[in-house]
């Protein structure tokens, strides 16, 4: 016997069926008559997509790497709404240009986004995708980039939906060719000489080479006495110049001064060498010559004068040095000393100054002089002047440690005074005066206060001391925003310091947060650096901010920076400061877990609590064996008591390895008991078992089960099973609807008006949507209420238009869990007024619905692209504090494309507060999105969240219209959403109503998008305190329709 399944039928729905045999005569064994039930389950197609990437093996430095993405539906259902997504490789830009027309940067996540098209089976798409190399700082690093496909519904074999991965090398123009020279400029030396070398290294390429590290060993026997011309301490055998930037096709030179032992041996080679590390060397060699006839002498004259310029005797207490300290000596009282057997040639006298004096002057320049051979000495003139202070000098500084300050807050101000002189000063004051806008709150000391003069006197400042004084004072309740607020501070008859802080009386600090690893891909067990930099971009500082740092649940955290607390997976820093127009970086390290699957993402994400947030997102790349999810599904929900359903086991073999002889197993709920399984799934005690479960390379194993819910089950319970395989698991809840008020129950599913909006005197037509909700064939009466300002032209199936205002149809038939669409045509009234809004009601049975359409007097434009827009609210009531969805879905159903489109979404009633926008932009009591192209036949969508005030009252509405706009418009497309809210129960009016109102909500279940966000705290992009109170009210129905308009 073989039956044909309606088209009609839902996917996942478990068909009974059985046979049942009877004869003319009586059956004196009955019981057997009936056969068993045998359950089917309806299965429907889907897409199966998947990815090919390509792109060069290498790039040149600064060049442009041009990816193309294949995009495959193998069937066998048609895919729609698919996106491509694609990573940018760190470092890299996006190159709009060079890609396919249909991709964008989404900047919040990095990813380009290329979105938005349609595949019949075993049809494919390619698309280009182009990113930027910078020029500098990728030489000979390698590139790793892959991409993702996505549908609109669950896709058929999600293994194969990221593509292979692409490894590109970045080659630069070659590497820099550099040289380097030495020389003393001499081959010869007498010993106590000084030699000057000179280092040369020369870039002979295009390339500017960068990170050059110097290294000249210098011979013993010398002392080193300069480098690069600067004086250094006679300490060392090596100098070093680190992280050096030879340009292209230029030299550098460097040079080393030393002097030559005096005791060095006639005839020592001294032997010098330089290297550029890991690159080419040069040597010197010099040859020392140290016979007595090549000797001769140098005289040291000293002459000094005091603080009046007098010349006086000299004391003893000069040190000179020859050639940097190959000798030394003193100078005797008569300001005479001696260097002997110094050897002919080029030498450097100079010398140590102490303490309270100054050098005027050294002859010959630089005390460079030229030793001939005997006793004839050269001489070295120099000439010291002593410094004695007579009076003290200081120094001053103030400061609050702020920039701003607001009413009524406590200012502590420290000032420091320190004596800069080397004698004691005394009877020192030091003087505060105090701003006007302040007003006086402690002071440390004894200081004396003379209306707003605070001075401490008589003080004692021994040779270097520092004193600290301060002085706390309260800013005054009548300072004006923006006053600055100045306070001097002085030493009397010395120098004075000023700090400013400024009053800000009302605002916030505007932060930002963003948050890096610097890395793309990491592998299992490594460790993870996590850099978050919070900005504050206004003059406001930022005091006691919270953060939070939720890590990736496949990390394990290791530490963290700045006194982090972490608890569990989430580290917390809650007194967090942050200055006017600075930034502050925190820290945290966590390890990857070596059980994480290939291919997992780690999304990390941080929050400014009350505040942003940033995500950074790794992909971790690993050879585990046995990679492995499962997904469980109830292939009914809700069912009733007494039903037999079913559940689909799905598991993945993520690897290319096969997973072999592995075990699944299904915990049931104790409310449900077993009848059957496939594949050899034994039962026991309320826990299935598979053994021996083998899964190909990228493979996929479904495994089915079914049970029965217990007869007492109540309404609203929920069915709980679990599966496992492996260390993976995964859940499924079925509820149980036995509600018997949901028999016969009629449901509005949808109204839609096109166009919206429309002018005066324009045709437009509503297209309405109704669900037979119940088990059975029902006959419903549908009935419409058109607005007094249009007029009815014409209705689909029969309807009756009773007067005009009024269509109804009745005894419309509609078979058990099925829709069907009405029409209804009308015409705006001519004169009806612009920005004027008209509304349709629909009810059936217990239900209804509304509808209003914005009329526009301005004409059309002169764009040619028409756009839709359908709003709708996951609920049609709620209660204070309860979240509601909105879904925007922006269609392009003419023949041209439209760009730079707006969609703006507007609350006009009610009080509400948003808690995620997203991904658009928080604009006083709405959203905003653009959108770059809308193509032909192409749809965008948006999901976002509010909450709603606990202010508002049984029976408000809470009203929102959303506007699409664009230049390419033939007009603008409105639509607008109503929600109810509910504090208690109607005394009277609707029966069943709050199942009802229960029932509905079950079949609102969050639908998959093609635009994905995260979720933003309250208070993001300025949203919190976004708070409507143009509040309407609206009747309750009481028994039945008291009017066409009644929530008009």
């Not at 910078?134 to 030489?139: S, V, Y």
């Not at 390895?657 to 104790?670: C, E, G, I, K, R």
């Amino acid at each position: 016997i073989a039956f044909t399944i309606s088209d009609q039928e839902s996917c996942g729905e478990v068909i009974l069926n059985r046979a049942s045999v009877e004869a003319d005569q009586n059956d004196p064994v009955s019981n057997n008559n009936t056969s068993n039930f045998v359950y089917t389950t309806i299965l429907c197609e889907k897409a199966d997509l998947s990815i090919t990437k390509s792109g060069p093996s290498t790039v040149d430095a600064g060049g442009t790497i041009l990816y193309t993405l294949t995009a495959t539906n193998n069937g066998p259902a048609e895919g729609e709404s698919i996106t491509v997504s694609d990573p940018v490789p760190n470092g890299l830009t996006f190159n709009a240009a060079q890609s396919s027309s249909n991709c964008v940067l989404n900047s919040y996540d990095s990813v380009v986004h290329c979105n938005s098209f349609s595949l019949n089976a075993l049809q494919s798409k390619t698309i280009n995708i182009a990113f930027d190399v910078p020029e500098n700082g990728f030489c000979s690093s390698t590139i790793y980039n892959s991409g993702t496909v996505s549908g609109q519904s669950t896709d058929l074999n999600p293994s194969n939906n990221q593509s292979n991965t692409v490894s590109t090398v970045v080659e630069c123009e070659g590497e820099p060719e550099l040289s380097i020279s030495k020389t003393d400029g001499r081959t010869t030396v007498n010993a106590g000489e000084s030699l000057t070398y000179e280092i040369t290294v020369t870039n002979h390429s295009n390339i500017e080479a960068t990170g050059v590290d110097i290294l000249d060993t210098l011979p013993s026997n010398v002392v080193l006495m300069k480098i690069d011309g600067n004086l250094v301490s006679p300490t060392g055998t090596t100098v070093t110049w680190d992280n050096q930037t030879i340009p292209a096709n230029q030299s550098k030179i460097y040079t080393i001064t030393v002097g030559v032992d005096s005791n060095t041996p006639d005839q020592t080679v001294l032997t010098n060498t330089v290297q550029i590390t890991n690159g080419p060397t040069a040597i010197d060699t010099t040859t020392v010559l140290n016979g007595n006839s090549e000797m001769g002498c140098i005289e040291i004259v000293k002459e000094t004068f005091n603080t009046e310029g007098n010349l006086i005797s000299p004391v003893a207490q000069f040190t000179f040095l020859l050639n940097g300290g190959a000798q030394t000596t003193v100078n005797n009282s008569n300001g005479e000393a001696m260097f002997l057997n110094v050897p002919a040639g080029l030498h450097t006298v100079t010398e140590i100054v102490p303490n309270n004096w100054e050098q005027l002057s050294v002859t010959p320049t630089n005390g460079e002089v030229v030793v001939s051979v005997g006793n004839n000495c050269s001489a070295v003139y120099f000439k010291n002047k002593q410094v004695i202070d007579v009076d003290p000098t200081f120094s001053i500084s103030k400061t609050d440690n702020r920039t701003t300050a607001e009413i009524g807050d406590v200012l502590s101000y420290q000032i420091s005074v320190t004596n800069t002189s080397n004698v004691t000063a005394t009877g020192v004051t030091i003087e505060d005066t105090l701003p006007l806008e302040l007003t006086l709150e402690t002071t440390s000391g004894n200081a004396n206060l003379n209306g707003q003069i605070i001075t401490w006197t008589d003080l004692s400042f021994s040779t270097g001391e520092t004193k600290i004084f301060t002085i706390t004072a309260s800013v005054k309740s009548n300072i004006n925003d923006g006053v600055v607020i100045l306070n001097q501070a002085r030493v009397v008859d010395g120098p004075s310091t000023t700090d400013t802080t400024t009053v800000v009386s009302e605002g916030e600090a505007d932060l930002s947060i963003s948050k890096t690893d610097n890395r793309s891909t990491v592998e299992n067990g490594e460790t993870l650096n996590y850099i978050i930099t919070i900005t504050n971009n206004s003059s406001i500082d930022a005091n006691s901010v919270e953060i939070k740092d939720t890590l990736p649940n496949d990390t394990t955290y290791v530490s963290s920076s700045n006194g982090g607390s972490a608890n569990g997976h989430i580290i917390t820093w809650d007194q967090v400061s942050i200055s006017a127009n600075s930034s502050v970086q925190l820290s945290v390290n966590a390890s990857v877990n070596s059980n994480t699957s290939n291919g997992t993402i780690l999304l990390n994400t941080v929050q400014i609590v009350g505040g942003n947030s940033a995500t950074d997102s790794t992909t971790v790349t690993s050879n585990t064996t046995n990679d492995v999810t499962i997904d469980i599904t109830d292939q009914t929900d809700p069912v009733r008591p007494s039903d037999v359903f079913c559940y689909s086991i799905r598991v993945t073999n993520l690897n290319s390895n096969p997973v072999v002889d592995a075990t699944v197993t299904q915990t049931l709920d104790s409310q449900t008991s077993y009848t059957s399984s496939t594949d050899g799934g034994s039962h026991s005690s309320g826990l299935i078992t598979w053994d021996n479960v083998d899964i190909s390379g990228t493979g996929t194993k479904t495994l089915n089960s079914c049970v029965r819910v217990d007869s007492n089950a109540d309404d609203d319970d929920i069915l709980n099973s679990n599966a496992y395989i492996l260390s993976k698991s995964d859940s499924e809840t079925t509820r149980v609807d036995d509600d018997d008020d949901d028999e016969g129950e009629c449901r509005i599913v949808s109204i839609e008006d096109d166009p919206d909006p429309v002018e005066p005197g324009e045709i437009f037509e509503y297209t309405i949507k109704i669900r037979n909700e119940s088990n059975d064939d029902e006959e419903y009466t549908i009935t419409a209420f058109l607005d007094s300002d249009t007029t009815y032209l014409s209705s689909s199936h029969g309807g009756d238009d009773v007067s005009r205002r009024e269509i109804e149809w009745d005894d419309f038939d509609i078979d058990s869990d099925d829709t069907e669409t009405v029409r209804i045509t009308v015409r705006m009234d001519n004169d009806i007024e612009e920005d004027e809004t008209v509304r349709i009601r629909v009810t059936c049975e217990d239900d209804n619905e509304t509808e209003t359409t914005r009329v526009e007097g301005g004409g059309t434009s002169d764009g040619d692209a028409h756009l839709r827009v359908d709003k709708s609210a996951n609920r049609d009531e709620a209660k204070p504090g309860d979240t509601v969805f909105y879904t925007i879905t922006v269609r392009n159903d003419s023949d041209e494309a439209a760009r730079n489109v707006t969609v703006s979404d507007r609350f006009t009633a009610g009080s509400i507060s948003i808690e995620d926008n997203g991904n658009g932009s928080s604009v006083g009591n709405g959203i905003n999105w653009r959108i770059p192209i809308l193509n032909v036949n192409d749809s965008r969508t948006f999901t976002y969240k509010v909450k709603v005030g606990r202010d508002m009252k049984h029976g408000q509405l809470i009203i929102n219209t959303v506007r699409v706009s664009s230049s390419d418009l033939d007009r603008d497309a409105t639509d607008t959403e109503e929600v109810r809210v509910i504090t208690d129960l109607p005394q009277t009016g609707i029966s069943g109503f709050f199942s009802s109102w229960k029932k509905a909500n079950s079949f609102l279940k969050p639908s998959s998008h093609r635009i994905t966000t995260p979720v933003a705290q309250s208070g993001t992009n300025g949203a919190a305190g976004i708070s409507l109170t143009s509040l309407m009210s609206i009747g309750l129905l009481i028994g039945g329709i008291a009017g066409k308009k009644i929530f008009l």
